[in-house]
């Protein structure tokens, strides 16, 4: 059996880790899209370094588009297989990826205008526009392939290969990975690899890893012993707040915006798993009588419908969720708070000048309706910016928490930097390494793992992780290079 890891590595998107089983079964684990790179990422996307028309199934850990994004291409391009997830991860992916097919159709438009521009004189024969890389047709021919499974239940994809999916904290629907693949054992004799028969060879896919306490999901649950292990590593360097200072953290933020400054909050968050925990919040605090009598607005249709499919899942959400159903029949809903579909209420809100807050996508600033209402409030100092997740390095929302930045260039014009750009990490959806390292040590016999490989996370943040590994007592841990293949 062998692993190509195709995404993912040394970086936190696209993920993608190619299984291929002695007796010829290629399971793809994830199927990622690159994000934050605009129309740079189209040739990444394409290269997919393995043909889909020989691809057996996909194993998916999560909607998330880093790590779903690419499940419409393959499709496309001749993937006839099968693609296995729990049924909240299916429901999600109908929403998320028919939103993708949308932005990606609004990149390419706006790119093949402006090459237009470039060469109004086009060479006959020489191709410069660029189509998506998939439409709205693509994703729901793709969503005939999916195949839910349940949380802990052992199931077969073939004869020689089981899996097991265990609740992974990260997000709705979120799961650990567990294969079992029926092969041939073999040890390197003096001359040759000699065979000891076969048995059941345990590879575990981490996804990504949930925090340890989290408002709206469980924690992740122990998960069955492995012999090979592929572990995220986004937070491998550091450390989170707790999560109740959090919320005193983003209260100090709301009243210091929204009643001593009398201006607008803006959070860019991604739509599904993040929005939801900061509604929650605002809930609690509505609830308890402490939070300030102004509007709140998620301005996002996808959150919207991503926050429905929440409410589908009562059992799925965290002990803390289902004690406030007790007396609260929705806790992503108060007085005060308005989801904002139409289009025209999305642009009003740029032109208010009233206390509010507004939680809109996307996260990283890269694209959707919160770009509009930053560029139009980022040169107000009566307004603040709370960056509550992780952002890609080259992104605007890393970009825009640049200590002394002065201008930004946003939609191409460069804007004076007057807002509070001000940042909550405690609202993470993953773990943080200590949080991680105890998660792996409780669910594991250390001794009994074989190897370990670090992805999805930042060069620096995997390699220090994989030192947090070793300190754990994790032997042979690898950092794998991009299309790097390993034998197991």
């Known amino acids: 059996m062998k692993i190509q890891f195709l995404g993912a590595t040394r970086e936190v998107t696209g993920s993608k880790h190619l299984i291929t089983t002695d007796s010829g079964h290629t399971i793809l684990l994830d199927c990622g899209m690159y994000q934050g790179k605009g129309m740079e990422t189209d040739a990444a996307n394409r290269d997919l370094g393995f043909d889909p028309a020989t691809l057996d199934c996909v194993v998916l850990s999560h909607a998330h588009i880093d790590h779903s994004g690419l499940i419409p291409y393959i499709v496309k391009m001749g993937f006839k297989g099968d693609i296995y997830c729990t049924p909240a991860t299916r429901d999600l992916c109908a929403l998320m990826l028919t939103d993708t097919a949308f932005i990606q159709e609004q990149d390419v438009r706006m790119y093949n205008k402006k090459i237009d ?15 998506p890389l998939y439409n709205q047709n693509d994703v729901n021919r793709a969503m005939k392939h999916f195949v839910t499974y349940s949380y802990d239940r052992r199931f077969r994809l073939f004869d020689d290969v089981l899996l097991t999916f265990t609740n992974s904290g990260h997000m709705l629907g979120g799961a ?19 065979s000891e028969g076969k048995r059941w060879k345990r590879i575990t896919y981490t996804g990504d890893i949930g925090r340890a306490k989290s408002h709206i999901l469980p924690s992740p649950q122990l998960f069955p012993q ?6 995220e590593s986004t937070y491998g360097d550091r450390l989170h707040e707790d999560p109740m200072a959090t919320v005193e953290q983003l209260l100090g933020v709301v009243e210091d915006t929204c009643v001593y400054r009398k201006g607008q909050l803006l959070i860019p968050s991604f739509s599904v798993g993040r929005t939801q925990e900061i509604v929650y919040v605002l809930n609690q605090l509505y609830n308890d009588g402490r939070l300030p009598h102004i509007p709140v607005y998620v301005d996002s249709p996808m959150s919207t419908n991503a926050t429905q499919i929440f409410r589908m899942y009562p059992d799925e ?7 406030t159903l007790q007396f609260d ?22 032109h208010k000048e009233d206390p509010c807050i507004i939680i809109s996508a996307s996260g990283m600033l890269e694209a959707g309706r919160i770009k509009h209402h930053v560029a139009n409030h980022i040169s107000d100092p009566r ?3 709370l960056i509550v997740g992780y952002c890609e390095p080259t992104t605007l929302g890393a970009r825009i928490q640049q200590p002394g930045l002065q201008w930004i260039s946003i939609f191409g014009q460069d804007r004076k930097i007057k807002a509070q750009i001000t940042k909550i990490e405690g609202f993470s959806g993953h773990g943080d390494y200590k949080e991680m390292i105890d998660y792996l040590t409780r669910s594991l016999q250390v001794d009994k793992v074989q190897r370990v490989f670090v992805v999805h ?11 947090h590994l070793a300190d754990a007592g994790f032997k042979q841990i690898t950092v794998p290079e991009k299309r790097e293949t390993v034998i197991l």
């Open 329 to 350: 029949p929705d806790p992503f809903g108060f007085n005060t708070l308005r989801y904002i579909t139409d289009i025209r209420e999305s642009k009003a809100l740029n």
């Open 176 to 194: 650990i990975c567990s294969l079992e693949v029926y092969e041939e054992v073999r040890n390197e004799g003096v001359n040759e690899l000699k």
């Open 317 to 323: 959400l965290s002990d803390e969720v289902r004690d």
């Open 383 to 385: 307004c603040t910016i």
């Open 117 to 131: 521009r470039q060469h109004p004189h086009k060479e006959k024969g020489k191709k410069y526009f660029v189509e």
């Open 457 to 467: 996370g930042e060069a620096g943040a995997a390699e220090t992780y994989k030192g």
């Open 226 to 231: 492995c012999d090979y292990l592929i572990c």
